[in-house]
């Protein structure tokens, strides 16, 4: 049962009554408060007036660090200051490393509460729980990813970038953290499809495939510009390697919260503060950080674990990948199975003519400006354009699902044996580098 307080308006008429010359009795059974409860404040509104009457519940507030010596305040100050991605956790370790003496140190909680009291934390907003969606139970290693882009970033030396993140749900390793070059001012875009790929294709080959890729409804991973979207090339290109995407819901991020987690540890770990001497050695340092954050740094979720000391079976893949495989091991039947259970709805151009999955399909003037719905038959792997009526139907072998459409950038690349790219190189020509590295190409 939850106990019951007095309101401000009962304590002003027990002070008002009082005042009045009634007795303590009296008041009790006016206002409907217990006798020692009506004493309690009739006696501290006599002493300390009206401003006495204000509620002041638990132990007198002295401060977080109250309890223990002004130097280890002004210690974590000067840290602070010092480090400022460093939060109670590391601040408290470092209190552990630094004290030679056996005094009595603060907890994890009182630093936090510290930090807060001092002006070193950042506010949230803070958010409405909103019914939860059913899930699959995670029970393996490799079994769920979770995967996203860190907003882009201007980082010095280095230019405006953004962060891909891919994190295991269940062990919590941290798989990869690439920094997608944006330019060197203000990007205007975000990471594309090539570069989705590559991360993952990095990713899969010292992981191996997961069996599901948890995502958000960005537009690489979600047509966001229908009603009735079509897959992406990235969700048909995982579908063909056996990979199903898990959608989190419409602008909540909560559904991929080991994501977003992960975007504040990489960038309070590696890009903070700090300056790099180019791309290569941003690239270095959070190869470095990956083994810190897997095999050191405690993981809350785990028990104060580090991810792959908890689960050191994460580190052996359970579906083996390698680039050179990919062209033979893709399952356009997976696709097309998937496609079957679709149903589209378009409207026709001026000219009569629909786009789908950015492919533009001609189905005649006699459809301009007609509502069109789309099926997909994968027996011939034809559309089936039916116009409003009924009575239209139009035939159309679908584009855009070939093994070498579905690779993109990959796909010319398989069966090279050398390539040469003029220099400088552009960021997408880094990208094809990095593609052949992996294939074990000749630069």
Not at 37 to 47: D, E, I, L
Not at 205 to 221: H, N, T
Not at 281 to 308: M, T, V, W
Request: charged letters at 25%; hydrophobic letters at 35%; one cysteine or more.
């Amino acid at each position: 049962m939850a106990m019951q307080m007095t309101t401000l308006q009962d304590r002003i008429t027990i002070l008002d009554l009082s005042q009045a010359g009634q007795s303590d009795r009296k008041i009790s059974d006016q206002v409907g408060w217990k006798l020692p409860t009506v004493r309690k404040w009739r006696r501290r509104g006599q002493r300390q007036g009206r401003l006495g009457l204000q509620s002041q519940m638990g132990r007198p507030f002295k401060g977080a660090s109250s309890s223990y010596p002004p130097s280890i305040g002004e210690t974590l100050k000067t840290w602070r200051q010092a480090h400022p991605g460093w939060g109670p956790k590391t601040l408290c370790t470092e209190l552990e490393q630094f004290s030679l003496t056996s005094q009595l140190l603060p907890s994890r909680a009182t630093v936090g509460r510290w930090l807060k009291e001092q002006g070193f934390t950042r506010r949230y907003d803070r958010h409405q729980e909103l019914p939860q969606t059913s899930s699959v139970s995670i029970r393996s290693s490799h079994e769920e990813w979770e995967m996203d882009a860190r907003g882009y970033q201007k980082v010095a030396g280095v230019g405006v970038v953004a962060l891909i993140n891919l994190t295991d749900s269940f062990s919590r390793a941290k798989l990869i953290s690439y920094p997608c070059w944006l330019g060197e001012k203000r990007a205007s875009r975000h990471p594309l499809t090539a570069d989705y790929q590559l991360v993952l294709r990095l990713a899969f080959s010292q992981w191996g495939l997961p069996d599901r890729l948890g995502v958000d409804r960005g537009s690489v991973f979600h047509d966001n510009t229908s009603k009735s979207p079509f897959p992406t090339q990235l969700h048909l290109w995982l579908l063909s390697l056996g990979v199903s995407l898990s959608f989190g819901r419409p602008n909540c991020p909560k559904d991929q919260a080991i994501a977003e987690r992960s975007h504040q540890t990489w960038y309070h770990q590696v890009l903070e503060g700090q300056e790099f001497k180019g791309w290569e050695a941003l690239l270095n340092s959070l190869q470095k950080r990956q083994d810190f954050l897997n095999y050191h740094l405690p993981c809350a979720s785990l028990g104060e674990i580090p991810p792959l000391v908890a689960h050191p079976e994460a580190r052996t893949p359970r579906r083996p990948y390698r680039p050179e495989w990919e062209a033979d091991s893709l399952d356009i039947g997976r696709v097309c199975g998937y496609l079957s259970q679709g149903r589209w709805f378009r409207k026709g151009s001026n000219v009569g003519t629909v786009s789908l999955g950015g492919e533009v399909y001609v189905l005649g003037r006699t459809w301009a400006r007609d509502e069109v719905e789309i099926t997909f038959d994968s027996t011939d792997r034809h559309l089936l354009f039916r116009a409003q009526d009924g009575d239209r139907t139009k035939r159309l072998p679908i584009r855009g699902i070939t093994p070498t459409d579905l690779m993109g950038e990959m796909g010319p690349l398989a069966h090279l044996n050398q390539f040469q790219l003029a220099l400088p190189f552009s960021w997408d020509e880094w990208r094809v580098i990095r593609l052949c590295e992996s294939l074990g190409a000749t630069t």
